[in-house]
Every structure is written in structure tokens, then in C-alpha cells.
């Protein structure tokens, strides 16, 4: 038997009801080690082009690594790989929490989902054995309620689940799919995809000791190293405290964060909303996902008149931001309302502070009809008006319910008027909220990253420039990433750490692993994720092998872009980015040849950005329309996709 993995991908025909059980030897495993590279290969070789993403001919491909499962901070996740019904891209959306370990346990290392269920379903899997059953009842049910009933009818109270509520059910664009109701597949609308299978849950059960390692005890001293060692990193520090929340913080000190659909860089009161100030009200306790012991994910709880209810957990930085201060709301409570609503009907919180933000903005220039907004009063500040619209985005409810429950791309397009302009979405993804005016490598991620506008594609810029500490700094270097670079620079420089730090996030979506445990300016170090893999599986690898995977999975979902018509014109920003963000009232901290006018009113110079890209798909071997070249797919081993696209 192999060690890490158990040789077994599931293989459901939601149709048919057929479902099989597919074996790889491990040079395929090797190859693709699992998450996004392992959905990848599935996505472009056994799907057609042009699949509309909500027919039953689109795959679902949940998938954790080979890595899942072992006993160490950062190994609980798994991607959900499908044709985004958001933007008709690849999307690769990572998870944590519980349920990829179990699955893991129960005996596979992934399940390819296809066809349309004729009535609601849910999969149960205990220990390999595999069902199809009826999920009528819990059709329609808010994810807590359905999770609980399913639950209790397989007399499993520590089943864990992938489940979907009413916006999955609805087919919003950017549902999400969330496991203990709380930890989140979010962007890019894989829970429309689940609703359009009639699919409400995929359930597992297993063994914990029927997964094997090679090296155990190996295992554990590294687990025990980063236990040990993880508070004297800065942001694992403030992650433990004030989870992601603490971000907000360091936005508002440098009037950095997103105000009012991206407009502004600062609101009054935005520390209502800090990590700090979850700690001291509504914060009641800290959680985390399978081994790990930072325990970043906040647990939260309010009474009247917003009573909302622990079990949903609480905010993030994203949340805080995108339902907060990008909607002109400073209100803590609100936005844990929302967060509430959003894990209870499965909607990414992102897409949908960035679409409700969107509309504020078209409806107070007047560019949003009065007969379009049934009646609200969609004005930025109005907190109880926000509440409302995530009710009627998960439900489809009203006019402006279903106009909002399909992103900003197509609502802009609807509206028209010039709207376009401050549409903030890449590719049809609503942008997350790290401004690119002040982080340009996080923007070339928005604008050329496969699933358009995530944030999890590089390393945010901040962690190398002239302020970072040097504990960041340190631990790229076995990159290749020697020096600091400012957060503003479009240079040759920037768009040389992009390409390398591109690759490497590109391994950590492949292995499913957790980027505030892994990323090159976290606590474990790069010389420990070889060791855990080895430790793991056995084999001799190296952090060469491990950036090829990484290049792997960013052509092959390179590859399917271009398949399904992306081109390089595609790998843009919104017009709204190239004009100045004024930033007042923070401290500037002269260095050498910073230049001060930039760094109080940062804009992106278009052109300068278009080069950057140039430059991009020139060190990263790519034609100048964004295909990438034979000899590339050839060199990674992947000679097969040649014929996709070609």
C-alpha cells in the first residue's frame, strides 16, 4: 500500500447513479500529487470545450493532496476544481477545515462528480463504501439545519460534510460550498455548480488509522516544531490573537482599505471593525482546522437586534472588508450578521460585499432604475439594506435580488451607462480586497491569475518591501528572492518574484496546503515542506520538484483558459485601479528613492502595467496571445494537453 495516499479516486455519475472506483500508479500521483493539478488534469482531458458550466456535463472535482491528512499544522485542505458558472474559467477553490483528512480516512484521495441527480441527493461515504441518497427533505434548508438532519438520520454525529444552502440551491453565481458550516470554498460559484447536480451534501466517515505514513515520528517532530515556534512569527502572532481580522488594522494605517466599491482608502471608525475589537465585544472563542494549532478562525456572538449565532463562527479580514468598510458600514455586529447569512445560504462573502458595494454605487449616481431596487434604499452606510440584499441574492428574491445574484460582470453589462468603469471584478471574479494600487503583484494576480480576481495567488507585495521584517525576507531566499522590493514597483524585478511566487502558491493550491502555515514569509521553512513530503510518502523529493508541480497546475489551468477562448486582452484590471487612490493622515517613513507623490496617491500607469505582463509571459514561456508553448506542456510532463489546444 502507498504511504499518504490510498491510491483510490472516486468516481460518481450523478445520472446514471454508476460509481467506480479509478486506481493510478505513482508515477500519475507524482505527476500530480492532487488539489488543483489533480482537478486540472481531469478539467481539460475529460471535459469538452465549451461545457455550459451549470449542465450536467461540467465536472466537479474535490480533491485533497497527498499530503492530507497527516498530523501537521496546515495539511487540512482540499480544492474544489470545476468550470466557474461566475466567469467560464478554471476554477481551483481551496478549503480548509475537516472534511478533506476525513475523506482521506475514509479511503479515497478524490471524487470526480458528474451528471445532474433527477431529484436532490447526497453522497454518504463510510470506510469505501459508497451511497447515492435522497436528499428531498433537506432540500431548501439552511446549511446548519441540513447538516444536523443528515446527521441524525446516518446516526453519525462526527460525519463531515461538503454542503450547500439556498444560494448553492439557486444557482447564485459565487455560492460557496462550506464544511462545519464555516470553513469555505469560496470564490468563483463551485456551490452553483453543486446546486445545478441537485447535489445537497458529500458526507464522510472514516478511520483515521487506515492512512499511512512512511516516517511517523518524523512527522510529528516537525509537527512539533512549528507548535513550538510558530508565535515568533509576526503574522501567525496576530493570527492566533486577532485572526486574518488584524489585517484591517494595517489597511486603515495606511488608508488602504477598500471604501466604498474601491473609491477610498479610509472610512471613519474603521477600527469598529479591527481584530482588536472583535477580541474585546462579540469574540467568545478561537477555533482552528485539523491539526493545526494557530487557531485563526474566530467564533463570535452578538444579541438584539442582530442575535447572531456562534455556530456560523465569524469574520475574516475579507468579510470585515467586503460586507464592512466596501459598503460604507462600520458597524461590527452587521457584518457578523452577514457573515452569518452568507455561511448559512453558502455565498462567498467576497463576491457578495463586492456586487452589494457595486450596486450602492450605481444606485446613488443614479444609474440603477427605482423599479430595479424594489423599493430599498441602496445607498452606501445603510447596514440594514445590506442585511436585505444577501437575503435576496441567496434566494433570488425581487428584481434586484436576482439582478445582484449574478456578479458584477453581468449586472455592469445590464446596467451599462458607464458603469464598466467602476465594475471591480477580473475575468468576472469580484476583485478581493488588497488594493492594487498599492500591491501591484497582487494586482498582476487579479489580472492574470487563471481564476481571475483572487488573492491568493502570490505573496502579497507588503512582505517584501522596504517595511517588512526581516524574518520574511530570510525565508523567500531559497526562492531565489534576494532582495526587497516596493509594493508599487511594475518593474523587472516585481514581475521576476511574481513569476517565482506564482509558481509556488501554484504548489501550495496542488498539495492543498494552508499559505499562513507554508508561504515563504510564514513559520515553517521551505526545507521543512520537503521533509514533511518525504516524511509522508517515502520518496526523495526537492523544492525543484515541488515548484515544477507548481508550474504544472499554472499552465495546465493556463491551457484550459485559453481552450475555452481567454486570451492575453483578458489579463486586465478594472479601469478604476488606474486612477489615483488619495490616501490621507498616515505616517510616511522616507527611504531611498521612494517617491513620496506615489506613495500618498498610488495609481497603476496602464502602460506600464500592460508591459509588466509582456515581460510576464515572456519569462513564463508563453505566446503572445496566452497559450502556453508546446514545449512548455512537453517539459512539465504534460504532453497530453498539447492536443487540447493545439
Not at 7 to 17: A, E, F, S
Not at 79 to 104: I, M, R, Y
Request: hydrophobic share 35%.
Amino acid at each position: 500500500m502507498p504511504n499518504g495516499y490510498n491510491g483510490k479516486i472516486l468516481r460518481v455519475d450523478l445520472t446514471t447513479k454508476q460509481i467506480s472506483v479509478e486506481e493510478h500508479d505513482e508515477v500519475w500521483y507524482r505527476t500530480y500529487m492532487g488539489g488543483g493539478c489533480m482537478g486540472a488534469y481531469y478539467l481539460l482531458n475529460e471535459m469538452e470545450k465549451g461545457v455550459d458550466p451549470l449542465s450536467p456535463d461540467n465536472l466537479l472535482i474535490m480533491a485533497p493532496s497527498i499530503m492530507t491528512g497527516a498530523p501537521a499544522a496546515g495539511l487540512s485542505r482540499h480544492a474544489v476544481v470545476t468550470k466557474s458558472p461566475l466567469t467560464h474559467t478554471f476554477l481551483d477553490s481551496q478549503g480548509g477545515g475537516w472534511w478533506a483528512p476525513e475523506l482521506k480516512f475514509a479511503g479515497y484521495d478524490a471524487i470526480v462528480i458528474k451528471g445532474k441527480s433527477e431529484n436532490p441527493c447526497y453522497i454518504w461515504i463510510k470506510n469505501g463504501a459508497v451511497e447515492i441518497r435522497d436528499a428531498s427533505h433537506v432540500w431548501g434548508k439552511i446549511t446548519g439545519e441540513a447538516q444536523e438532519d443528515i446527521r441524525a438520520e446516518l446516526g453519525e454525529p462526527k460525519a463531515r460534510m461538503l454542503i450547500i444552502g439556498p444560494g448553492g440551491e439557486n444557482m447564485v453565481k459565487y455560492a460557496c460550498i462550506l464544511n462545519e458550516c464555516k470553513h469555505a470554498n469560496g470564490r468563483g460559484g463551485s456551490g452553483a455548480v453543486m446546486g445545478s447536480k441537485n447535489l445537497k451534501a458529500v458526507v464522510v466517515k472514516g478511520d483515521s488509522k487506515s492512512l499511512k505514513f512512511a516516517d511517523y515520528d518524523k512527522i510529528l517532530k516537525i509537527s512539533k516544531w512549528f507548535a513550538e515556534n510558530y508565535m515568533d512569527n509576526p503574522s501567525n502572532k496576530s493570527g492566533y490573537y486577532f485572526g486574518s481580522a488584524d489585517y484591517l488594522t494595517h489597511q486603515t494605517e495606511w488608508s488602504e482599505l477598500p471604501t466604498n466599491n474601491f473609491a477610498l482608502g479610509n472610512i471613519k471608525d474603521a477600527e469598529n471593525l479591527s481584530g482588536t475589537t472583535m477580541a474585546e465585544t462579540i469574540l467568545t472563542k478561537r477555533e482552528r482546522c485539523f491539526a493545526c494549532p494557530v487557531t485563526c478562525k474566530r467564533v463570535v456572538k452578538t444579541g438584539a437586534p442582530y442575535n447572531v449565532d456562534p455556530f456560523y463562527g465569524g469574520p475574516e479580514y475579507e468579510t470585515l472588508s467586503a460586507l464592512g468598510s466596501n459598503c460604507g458600514i462600520v458597524d461590527l455586529e452587521a457584518v457578523a450578521k452577514a457573515n452569518e447569512l452568507c455561511n448559512k445560504y453558502s455565498l462567498d462573502t467576497i463576491s457578495t460585499g463586492v456586487t452589494i458595494g457595486f450596486a450602492m454605487e450605481c444606485y446613488e449616481k443614479g444609474l440603477l432604475a427605482a423599479e430595479d431596487c424594489d423599493g430599498l434604499d441602496i445607498r452606501f452606510g445603510n447596514k440594514d439594506v445590506m442585511l436585505e440584499l444577501v437575503e435576496r441574492i441567496a434566494h433570488r428574491k425581487g428584481r434586484i435580488g436576482n439582478l445582484l445574484a449574478d456578479g458584477v460582470k453581468i449586472l455592469s453589462e445590464k446596467i451599462g451607462k458607464g458603469s464598466e468603469n467602476f465594475a471591480i471584478h477580473t475575468k468576472g471574479l469580484e476583485v478581493a480586497l488588497h488594493d492594487p494600487r498599492v500591491k501591484t503583484g497582487v494586482g498582476m494576480g487579479y489580472a492574470c491569475g487563471a481564476i481571475g480576481g483572487d488573492h491568493v495567488v502570490v505573496e502579497h507585495d507588503n512582505d517584501f518591501d522596504e517595511f517588512a521584517p526581516d524574518i520574511y525576507v530570510e525565508q523567500a531566499k531559497p526562492l531565489g528572492i534576494l532582495r526587497r522590493v516596493n509594493s508599487m514597483s511594475v518593474g523587472p524585478e516585481k514581475v521576476r518574484n511574481f513569476c517565482y511566487l506564482q509558481d509556488h502558491f501554484s504548489l501550495f493550491d496542488s498539495l492543498t496546503i494552508c499559505v499562513l502555515t507554508f508561504a515563504p514569509v510564514r513559520t515553517f521553512k521551505m526545507k521543512h515542506l520537503v521533509e514533511l513530503l518525504d516524511a509522508v510518502t517515502g520518496w526523495e523529493t526537492s523544492l525543484w520538484e515541488l515548484m515544477k508541480l507548481g508550474e504544472r497546475r499554472t499552465n495546465l489551468a493556463k491551457a484550459f483558459n485559453y481552450r475555452e477562448g481567454f486570451r492575453r486582452k483578458d489579463d486586465k484590471l478594472p479601469e478604476r485601479f488606474y486612477s489615483a487612490l488619495v490616501k490621507e493622515n498616515i505616517p510616511i517613513v522616507e527611504f531611498p528613492g521612494m517617491n513620496k507623490e506615489k506613495m500618498l496617491a498610488p495609481k497603476i500607469d496602464k502602460e506600464e502595467f500592460d508591459a509588466a505582463i509582456d515581460l510576464m509571459y515572456e519569462m513564463m514561456n508563453w505566446e503572445e496571445d496566452g497559450r502556453p508553448r508546446k514545449a512548455r506542456l512537453h517539459e512539465l510532463d504534460v504532453g497530453w494537453a498539447v492536443e487540447k489546444i493545439y
